[in-house]
Every structure is written in structure tokens, then in C-alpha cells.
């Protein structure tokens, strides 16, 4: 199988790169990807030489490019967007050009050609959930995105569902939990954290620090959207989510802090974000009922993986912090 693969130099779509190539080395792919600030061509170095794997930098909003990639291969999985919510606070407009825009050329791309289209989703599309309740986002609930990335990523889905009913593309959808794991650019949570204390500062909790994610190990994501490409059915949404039964901010905070022998004194209450989601919290029963997907990983030993991750690639990290910290207080 050929695959274009979008978005390949960020977090998930490099990872989900080295997973395809080691599960099915026969395959091909090649990776289109505007290495905007959160593309990194390092994180995919190893594969420089492997004749299975080409780079194309270019945007998914030029339609030239994307037909030229697109009439040459069997799938495309749509990993590429605009992917920081705090970043959308501060310029959504980018949000909407990459994230619907470059979704709705992608698809047209695709209706020419006729090519099976995966698409990657986010739960956040569903809104916030209160805490200490039980209630799961599920592949019926509403949309009710609050941040104009989630806003711009339903937007997404909604295109994706409309080129099915009305073209009669092969499309699939994954709504997917927080993922965490190797390359993560350093300005989310985790990795934030993380490379905060190996440069000697301190965590920084929005709020009160009692929001909650449905932590999911990035390596289990790559399965899901594995099992969904090969054996979903067509026209259908599934969601993914991981173990981590409400653990807050403050507590992954703890977690981290202790595998890096550190004290809460490391913790630093900063300003909320406007319009934070409380909660999230996802029920993946249709893709483990349907396919047999199920989150395997153990979320401490994956946290502490992670954590061993950043103090080993240093030089990859360290390159981007600055630029990361820029646009934070
Ligand atoms: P990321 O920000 O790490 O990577 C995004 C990649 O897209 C980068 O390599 C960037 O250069 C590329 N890109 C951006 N604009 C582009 C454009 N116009 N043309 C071509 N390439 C462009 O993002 P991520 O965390 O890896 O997320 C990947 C996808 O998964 C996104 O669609 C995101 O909405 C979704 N998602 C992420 C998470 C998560 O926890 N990170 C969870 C659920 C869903
Ligand atoms: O739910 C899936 C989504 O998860 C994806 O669609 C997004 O692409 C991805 O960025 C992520 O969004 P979040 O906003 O949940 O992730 P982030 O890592 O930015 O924040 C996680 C939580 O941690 C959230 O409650 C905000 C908080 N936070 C974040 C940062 C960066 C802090 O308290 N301090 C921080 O420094």
C-alpha cells in the first residue's frame, strides 16, 4: 500500500511514521508537511535512507501539490493542523485556513481520485464534561466545541462526514483523547512539564489545576487509527481514549515531579486559559467492541517511559524550547 501521510513531522504523525514502517515495511509513504513551528524533520531522521519513505514540504491548502501526491497513492491519513489551543486563543485565523480549509483541498484531492481517507479527530469537537461525574463523550454526543482550534477541528469532521454522504468518499474518522509520548513539541502539558524541570523551571499549572484528560500513550493511538484504516467500516467515527480514570492536572504533575525526584515546590499556579475545558473523558467501547482496540499500555510505566525519553534526546528538545516559551506567560 501507498499512503500520503499529512503532517508527519509533528508529534503523532512522526511517531504513527516509525510504527506503519516497522509493522509493514513492504508499504510506502510519503510524508507532506509544512514544518511549520511544530514540525520537525529530526524526529523522523532514522528514516532518511529508507527508499519506503519520502518528505515533501508543502501545505495542504495548495491544491496543486496535494492532487500531484494524491493521484499516486492508495490512502491518505490526515494527521496535519493547527494543533495548540492556546495558540488558537492568540490567532485562530491560521486555525481555519490549515485545519478546514487544508482538510476540504485534501478531500477534494481525494474524491478526484477516489482514494480512502482516514481522518484524525479530537474529542475536544464534543465540549467539557463536569467534574466528578461519570458521564464519557461517545460517538453520539453532541458537538459543542469551546476553543476555536476545536472549533476548527469539528469543522474538519464535518467535511470529512459530508464528502461520504454526499461523494460517496471512503472516509473514517478517529476522535482521539490527549496523547503524550516520544517528540512531543515542548509546549504542551506533559512535555512542558517535563523539559521545564530538566531546565531548572518550574511546572507551570493553569488555574487550579483540577482539569482532567484522558491521558493516552501516542504508541496506542498509532494501533487504533492501524486497526481502523484496516478493518473499520467505511463512513464510520470511532473514538479513543485511555485508562487514566480522571487524574488532574495537579496529579500528573506529582507523577512527573516524583519520577524526576522533585518536590511540589516546582509547582507554579499561573493564569487559567479563557474558556478552559473542565473535563474530558472518553468511551471507546464501539472501537474495542468492533475491532478489539483496547488501550494495553500501563499509564505510570508510559509516563515514565516519557519522562526517560526527554532526559535521552535532549538534543532534540532542546532546540525548540525557547521558541516554545516565547508566547507563554
Ligand atoms: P503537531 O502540532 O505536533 O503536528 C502538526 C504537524 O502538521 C506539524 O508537523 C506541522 O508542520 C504540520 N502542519 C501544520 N500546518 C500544515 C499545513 N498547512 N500543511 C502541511 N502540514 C502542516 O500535532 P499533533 O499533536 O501531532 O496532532 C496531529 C493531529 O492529531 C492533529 O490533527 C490534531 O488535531 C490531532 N489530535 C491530537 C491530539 C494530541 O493530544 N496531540 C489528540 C487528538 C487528536
Ligand atoms: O483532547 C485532545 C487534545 O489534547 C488535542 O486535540 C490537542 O491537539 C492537544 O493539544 C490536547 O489539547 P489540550 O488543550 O488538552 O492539551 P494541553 O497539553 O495544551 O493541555 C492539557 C491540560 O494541561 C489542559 O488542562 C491545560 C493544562 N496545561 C497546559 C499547559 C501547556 C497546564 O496546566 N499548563 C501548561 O503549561
Redesign the pocket.
Given at each position: 500500500m501507498k499512503l500520503l501521510v499529512?503532517?508527519g513531522?509533528?508529534?503523532?504523525?512522526s511517531n504513527f511514521i516509525h510504527y506503519w514502517l516497522a509493522k509493514y515495511p513492504d508499504d510506502t509513504i510519503v510524508n507532506?508537511?509544512?514544518?511549520?513551528y511544530?514540525?520537525h524533520l529530526e524526529s523522523l531522521s532514522d528514516l532518511k535512507n529508507n527508499p519506503h519513505y519520502t518528505f515533501v514540504k508543502?501545505?495542504?491548502?495548495d491544491p496543486q501539490i496535494v492532487d500531484r501526491l494524491v493521484s499516486s497513492v492508495d490512502l491518505i491519513v490526515h494527521?496535519?493542523?493547527?494543533?495548540?489551543v492556546d495558540r488558537s486563543i492568540l490567532d485562530p485565523l491560521i486555525f481555519i485556513k490549515?485545519n478546514v480549509l487544508?482538510t476540504q483541498i485534501l478531500l477534494e484531492a481525494a474524491r478526484k481520485h477516489g482514494t480512502r481517507f482516514h481522518h484524525?479527530?479530537?474529542?475536544e469537537v464534543f465540549g467539557a464534561l463536569p467534574l466528578n461525574s461519570d458521564l464519557k463523550f461517545n460517538e453520539n454526543t453532541p458537538y459543542d466545541p469551546q476553543s476555536p482550534y476545536s472549533a476548527s477541528?469539528a469543522g474538519s469532521d464535518h467535511l470529512v462526514r459530508a464528502y461520504f454522504h454526499t461523494f460517496g468518499l471512503p472516509v473514517t474518522i478517529t476522535n482521539?483523547?490527549?496523547?503524550f509520548g516520544p517528540f512531543q513539541?515542548p509546549e504542551?502539558f506533559i512535555s512542558r512539564m517535563i523539559t521545564n524541570l530538566l531546565t531548572n523551571q518550574k511546572v507551570k499549572v493553569y488555574g487550579d489545576g483540577l482539569y482532567v484528560r484522558d491521558w493516552l500513550f501516542v504508541e496506542d493511538h498509532c494501533r487504533a487509527i492501524d486497526d481502523v484504516v484496516h478493518r473499520g467500516q467505511i463512513g464510520e467515527t470511532y473514538l479513543v481514549g485511555g485508562l487514566t480514570e480522571d487524574i488532574n492536572n495537579l496529579q500528573i504533575a506529582q507523577k512527573v515531579l516524583k519520577h524526576l525526584g522533585k518536590d511540589e515546590s516546582e509547582i507554579e499556579y499561573v493564569t487559567d486559559r479563557p474558556g478552559h475545558d473542565r473535563r474530558y473523558a472518553v468511551d471507546w467501547t464501539k472501537i474495542n467492541r468492533e475491532l478489539g482496540w483496547e488501550p494495553t499500555k500501563d499509564f505510570d510505566a508510559c509516563l515514565k517511559a516519557t519522562v526517560d525519553w526527554y532526559l535521552s534526546h535532549e538534543d532534540w528538545w532542546k532546540p525548540l524550547k525557547s521558541q516554545s516559551e516565547a508566547i507563554y506567560k
Open positions: 499529512t503532517g513531522a509533528g508529534f503523532i504523525g507532506l508537511d509544512l514544518l511549520t511544530a514540525g508543502g501545505n495542504i491548502t494527521f496535519a493542523a493547527e494543533s495548540h490549515t487544508g484524525i479527530g479530537t474529542d477541528k482521539c483523547s490527549n496523547n513539541d504542551k
